[in-house]
Nanobody
Framework: QVQLVESGGGLVQAGGSLRLSCAASGSIFSINVMGWYRQGPGKQRELVAAATSGSSPNYTDSVKGRFTISRDNAKNAVYLQMNSLKPEDTAVYYC??????????????????WGQGTQVTVSS
């Protein structure tokens, strides 16, 4: 089994910064995509940023130039540096990973995993 554990959320004033971390552990063969989603009050969950092995990261338009996603493949971790935070960034942020697992006799297969979520609150 695989677990994603997030950390780094909190309360910050508008214009401030936060850094979210997410580490995957368990029976991991490799990780294809790692990303961050968020769900604000009364809103649907949306993709914030995603990092795919061998490709440039992609961001939702509202965070371009303010947020940076990065990965540490040796640690099976993904980070989200959030600068110039705005009240509309307030949401629960979730880490998601498409993880390739391996079972002897069965081979490789991909499963999608989510973190437990971490609250980010930006005050005006």
């Amino acid at each position: 089994q695989v677990q994603l554990v997030e950390s780094g959320g909190g309360l910050v004033q508008a214009g401030g910064s936060l850094r979210l971390s997410c580490a995957a552990s368990g029976s991991i063969f490799s990780i294809n995509v790692m990303g961050w989603y968020r769900q604000g009050p009364g809103k649907q969950r949306e993709l914030v940023a995603a990092a795919t092995s061998g490709s440039s990261p992609n961001y939702t338009d509202s965070v371009k130039g303010r947020f940076t996603i990065s990965r540490d493949n040796a640690k099976n971790a993904v980070y989200l540096q959030m600068n110039s935070l705005k009240p509309e960034d307030t949401a629960v942020y979730y880490c998601k990973a498409d993880i390739i697992e391996y079972t002897y006799g069965f081979g490789r297969y991909t499963n999608e995993y989510w973190g437990q979520g971490t609250q980010v609150t930006v005050s005006s």
